[in-house]
């Protein structure tokens, strides 16, 4: 394959010249580059190069002006905001810099398509007008105001020129329009010089006169990037603006244009790859480069449609790429340094002397704050053990390690709103994680990237004083991070490319793999980000939707003129925004297929391989054994007894390893604090009870005192955590409410002559359980909510705050309850009765629940049913009831100390 740029130099060549005497224009720095380089391993004798310019540098020299970035012009264009006088009230530069960007966009474009910018303003504030017009008789200080604005932008954009013309800057637009009106100047001075313009397509107005007038001289030439075939085909986009020019320009009246190639009816194979979600086109091209040779390696390119993609292609890489080149670089916004920052600015945001405490475990949890803070992880376990919501800087000092103090000062410290705190901070924050990170590592060129960021920010805040706070910085900061890149060392004329659509403009491959050929992405789609109106673009010959597309298809086209093996790969896959849908471009190369052209569809899904779940095993070691032994001794608790019959896993984890779950802070409080809570304060009000009966003035005094007793719980219990408002203040009122609702019913039930008599509070129970297959001692322990008396009967009840219901308590065989944990309710108060019944024979017993989510069921009895459906139930307690359950007590804790009985998972069915 013969490449569009060596027939370039095989075409300058033929016209017995040196190509080494003229100027070599080119669309960008890269296709210069790769010229050099054929120049170089062409050369057969030392000679000077051409110089070799791109048309931005090309236009720089010719305009004798610096072409600024994006940041500065919007820090000078605020200074020409201020000094125009039409617009009477100024917004500050955080207002101004969210909507700057798109009008200087439109600057520019007014600039590079040479619009008279008179005609143009006139013409934009009577459209704005006519948008307002008859809205009301008496316009409003709103409308007169948006009118005013309209009515500025001539008196602004003549400020804004006159102001970088007198620092010899520019932004891109005015170059291009000062460069064109001295062309004329500059080819008559250099009417010698040979130039070459080489590989355009879409020219601006400004080009388009640049170019033309050099072309008036003979030695002047431009060579275009087509193929005949598209050349030929009036209706083809792809030579849509090469087939106007050709039209329009005078220079074509007389000299045909050499049309370089007629590539593109050569044999093609198309590989048409349809995937699921973009992770998938990155593992597919991965699978693809696996089977080329390295040979054929240095004559593909990867082209990205969206840059995205970048890093997942990284990753998928295959072990056979030896040589790679990444034509762009990684933006830095992709890398935790980045959000470490972001979260950091985002808690300053406002002035205030408490932190929320995910802002604060947000940065001390993040790799970098755990660099800087070397006690950052007990930080943060004292916030969740004290269960603290807001944190003062005094509290974080009184926490942080001494020699932690200073970068706490610097995280956690006020920054008062002030930009220049901010930026100095920021720098000082990234010194210290440099002193502590190794210097050989990709994260160390993104802090020196970030600082650089910084600094660069803190200058243009010194020259131009208009960041006042700290979220204008903040966006600064955002913007420049998304346009910060890392560059990937490389051979760039060697082994595989990776390149954006841009950089591929005058460059060929035999193979070519393009990636997210989707509707919406390639071509990108009509985009509104301007404030010119679609007919005022219209009258004034500035490029449409319709113009981009044809920039898209051309670019597209492009790549596969001299291509052999082409495979372009879509998500099928609706996301967002995302419709799923194949490119146009592909649906063009399906029905214009060419007879030399083959085209093959694939539709490429993941291989999902569903194994069967292997339910976990734990085999009962020596040590497993002795900790199960220490258990014994301790005593088996009716909770722990019924985690194993629920997956003994569970029990492993739990008592075995003694692992528990993560612990956080409380933010709202939890289920399991609400029972602690109202369990607590019926301990409180019902202890010094016992051995009395129950009156309505004992009841009556309790009630009076709910609110400051629940308020006391919740102090002790919700540690640190606010429960005067939002979801807390709600469930705050549910236990009074619990409480309130249970007092209630215990003063009915003694109004209505019933007597109740409180036994025992909140009593511990413990209990020696003789199992002769084992070889050491067992005892069972717990304690009991409540026992009482009601009319004579014994009663022993468990409290529940959630919902409990008849059947709940209620068994039919005995040896389920041991194997469902849906008889747990059943289990835990069987298991308290046994071990009130071993320290006091019980004659005449109940037990059960009280659930305070079903309280109108009143005391749910426990009792044993023949058969399910039956009313019949016995609910005393008796010594066969008592007899058979410790046969089954004892069968389950014989397996769980049975040597060999390993520790089984369940299958939990949810």
Known sequence: MKSFLEEVISTISKSNSNIFDYIL?????????????????????TSFAPIILSIEEFVEDLSNLKIIDNTELLFKSYNAYLKTASFNEKEDFESYSSWAGTLLNDFNEIDRYLINDNAFFRYLTSIKTLERWGVQDSQTELINNYLQFWNGLPEFFQNLQSLLLKEKLAYQGLAYRVAASNVENYAHFNRNQKHVFIGFNALNTAEQSIIQELLKNENNQVLWDTDAYFYEDQNHSASYFIRKYLKEWKYFRNDAPIVIANNYKNPKSFNLIEVQKNISQAK?????????SEDELKKTAIVLGDENLLMPILYSLPKNIKSLNVTMGISIKNFPAVNFFELLFNIHLQSTTTYYYKEIISILNHPLGVLVVPNASEIVNTIISQNLTHLSLEDLLKFADINSHHVVLLLFDNWNDDSAIAIKNTLLLIDTIQRNHPSQSIESEVFFQLKNVFEKIEALNQKYPHLKSVRSVLRLFTELAATTSLDME???????QIMGVLETRVLDFENVIITSVNEGIFPSGKSNASFITYDLKQHFNLPTFSEKDAIYTYHFYRLLHRA?????????????????EKSRFIRQLEVEKHPNHTIDKKIISPTVQIEPKQLKQIIKTEDVMNRLQDIAAKGFSPSSLTSYIRNPIDFYFQKILRLNELEEVEETVAYNTLGTIVHDALETFYQPLCGVALTVHHLSAMKQRIHDEITRQFKKTFRGGVFNKGKNLIIFEVAKRYISNFIDREIAEVTAGNIIKILQIETPLVMDLPIPELEFPVRIHGKVDRVDEYNGQLRIIDFKTGSVSQADVEIINWKDINLDYKFSKSFQVLTYALMMNEKSPLLNAEAGIISFKNLGSGFLKFGVKEKAGNRNKSQIITNETLENFTVELKKLIREICDPNIPFIEKEIIQ
């Not at 720095?29 to 004798?45: E, P, V």
């Not at 790969?569 to 925004?577: A, E, K, T």
């Open 25 to 45: 224009i080119l669309p960008s720095k890269r296709a210069g580059s790769f010229l050099r380089n054929i120049l170089k391993n062409n050369a057969t004798q």
């Open 564 to 580: 052999k093996n082409i495979t372009l790969l879509y998500n099928n896959q609706p996301d967002g925004l995302n419709a799923g």
């Open 490 to 496: 490389g051979d760039a004329y060697e082994g595989l």
């Open 284 to 292: 597919y091209v991965g699978q693809l480069l696996e089977n080329i």
